[in-house]
């Protein structure tokens, strides 16, 4: 099996900075593209950014130049740097990964979560 495990979610004002961490771990033969969504109270879940292997990267129109996404592919980790932060970027922060198994199968995986809000 694999997992998703995210990381640094929490209570920031409107202007500030967060670091969302993401790992996977299990039974990995190689990670492919990975990605951030996200999904406010109320709103359809969205793809914020997202960046290929060879790190290749794509982002949100509404958070271009705010939010950066990187990975290491040695940890099988990806990283979301998000600043600027907007109370509209309130919203559960997912990590989201394709994954070849060590018996080669290939699937799509999410993480638990990771609540962000943006208030003063």
């Known amino acids: 099996q694999v997992q998703l495990l995210e990381s640094g979610g929490g209570l920031v004002q409107p202007g500030g900075s967060l670091r969302l961490s993401c790992a996977a771990s299990?039974?990995?033969?190689?990670?492919?593209?990975m990605a951030w969504y996200r999904q406010a109270t109320g709103k359809q879940r969205e793809m914020v950014a997202r960046?290929?292997?060879?790190?290749?990267?794509n982002y949100a129109d509404s958070v271009k130049g705010r939010f950066t996404i990187s990975r290491d592919n040695v940890k099988n980790t990806v990283a979301l740097q998000m600043n600027n932060l907007e109370p509209e970027d309130t919203a559960v922060y997912y990590c989201?990964?394709?994954?070849?198994?060590?018996?080669?199968?290939?699937?799509?995986?999410w993480g638990q979560g990771t609540q962000v809000t943006v208030s003063s």
């Open positions: 299990g039974s990995i033969f190689s990670v492919g593209p």
């Open positions: 960046i290929s292997k060879s790190g290749t990267t």
């Open positions: 989201n990964a394709d994954v070849v198994r060590t018996n080669l199968a290939l699937d799509n995986y």
